[in-house]
């Protein structure tokens, strides 16, 4: 069915207060973002709900990416009619027609906000129902939990009739709560934290750390690919390429291979701190799930996080890895993630790395590093990418100003 109309429901809006209009508004943009390739269609958001006009839009085409907007409780597509009650009348029965099957009882649910229209609310759900009787004689009207809710919303501007309501992707408007930096490799765990950022209003940076000749162009595009899977829920994503191998050869060279995960989270975690400074992010995100590999123990979280007072978000410390797994598989990043395109972690992994670093220990092998320099160079040669659905575009020199 070719609707002409989407009317969507807020979520946890409801509870904002004086900030409603602000996460209103940012709801509005995501949606823009999310359905740029649909240019005729039209938004219009007010205090209650949000209403998509879809101008000839293919609605078939609009009702997935809308189902991945954060913010949106759920949504009803609708068609609109003049209000008049033959025309009423004709475009209930053409609608039951296409959705009775023979076994489904149903119910009219009227709405009439504009009371210059002939009939009150409850005799329109009388008139409608009658149509509906009139060409399904059989037909069983029930009020409560029908499995057929014909919703009818008189306005000024028109008629619209509904009988879908599709769950949204629930959460607060990308970009509600501030900006954060997802520390993205090239496994499972970080798409998924992620998108569990941005599920709670959170827009994200992925900022990704590349070792070439050690880690390959696939790696690093499949980190990209990973990215533009978490990119129809808010419309852009900026990805962040950091050069690293410097870093990870210097480290090897100078320290005990069981110190070289340590150190190498430290730098990893200095570096995107710089880059969030100067790019206005209020946390860092990673994927660290507790006691999954030997940095992610409470005593490597602690020697590793000392570099730093910005709040570090984990938002699958808790979880299991099949967990993990499922979240993966619904947003479509598992298959994507387990590609054997190995990132620098697991390339410079040592064989015996140390579950319980000592902070001094660590503290004492850095002196032997030219932390400052190492981190100059890297930040001057950063690459910086707009990721979108299908397509990636490099950032202008300006943008790397403030990191040099």
């Not at 941005?198 to 696939?218: C, D, L, N």
């Not at 100078?254 to 995107?272: D, E």
């Not at 979240?327 to 590609?339: M, S, V």
């Not at 981190?375 to 950063?382: G, K, Q, S």
Request: charged share 25%.
């Amino acid at each position: 069915m070719q609707y002409t109309e989407i009317m969507v429901r807020y979520g946890e809006l409801s509870t904002k207060g004086k900030n409603r209009r602000t996460f209103i508004m940012q709801l509005a943009q995501n949606v823009r973002n999310a359905l740029a390739d649909f240019p005729a269609l039209k938004i219009h958001a007010d205090r209650d709900r949000m209403h998509l006009l879809l101008n000839g839009e293919d609605s078939q085409a609009v009702i997935p990416k809308l189902t991945q907007v954060f913010g949106i409780q759920n949504f009803s597509p609708s068609i609109r009619c003049e209000k008049e009650p033959q025309a009423l009348k004709a475009l209930t029965q053409s609608i039951i027609k296409e959705i009775y099957t023979g076994r489904e009882t149903f119910k009219i649910t009227a709405k009439r906000s504009d009371h210059s229209f002939e009939m009150d609310s409850h005799e329109l759900q009388q008139f409608l129902g009658n149509a509906v009787m009139d060409i399904f004689p059989a037909i069983t009207a029930q009020m409560k939990r029908p499995d057929i809710n014909l919703r009818v919303e008189i306005r000024r501007d028109g008629a619209y009739l509904s009988y879908e309501t599709i769950k949204g992707a629930g959460g607060l408007p990308v970009g509600t709560s501030g900006r954060g930096m997802l520390m993205l490799s090239g496994g499972i765990d970080s798409p998924v934290a992620g998108y569990l950022a941005m599920k709670r209003g959170v827009e994200i940076e992925a900022v990704h750390f590349a070792s070439p000749p050690y880690t390959s162009e696939q790696a690093l595009q499949k980190a990209k690919d990973l990215t533009e899977k978490l990119t129809p829920y808010v419309g852009s994503i900026q990805f962040i390429e950091v050069p690293f191998t410097e870093v990870q050869e210097e480290i090897k060279k100078r320290a005990p291979q069981g110190y070289w995960m340590t150190l190498t989270r430290r730098m990893m975690l200095r570096l995107t701190n710089q880059i969030r400074e100067a790019r206005h992010g209020l946390v860092i995100i990673n994927g660290e799930s507790l006691g999954q590999v030997a940095s992610q123990t409470l005593h490597s979280m602690v020697a590793i996080n000392e570099v730093t007072t910005t709040p570090i978000i984990r938002p699958v410390v808790t979880m299991d890895k099949t967990e993990i797994i499922e979240l993966a598989e619904k947003i479509d990043t598992f298959e994507l993630a387990i590609q054997p395109f190995e990132d620098c972690c697991t390339i410079f992994a040592p064989p015996q790395p140390k579950t319980r670093p000592k902070l001094e220990k660590v503290e004492e092998l850095e002196k032997r590093l030219d932390i400052e320099g190492m981190m100059a160079r890297a930040l001057a040669n950063l690459k910086i990418e707009a990721i979108t659905a299908g397509k990636s575009e490099q950032a202008d020199d300006e943008e790397f100003a403030d990191l040099l």
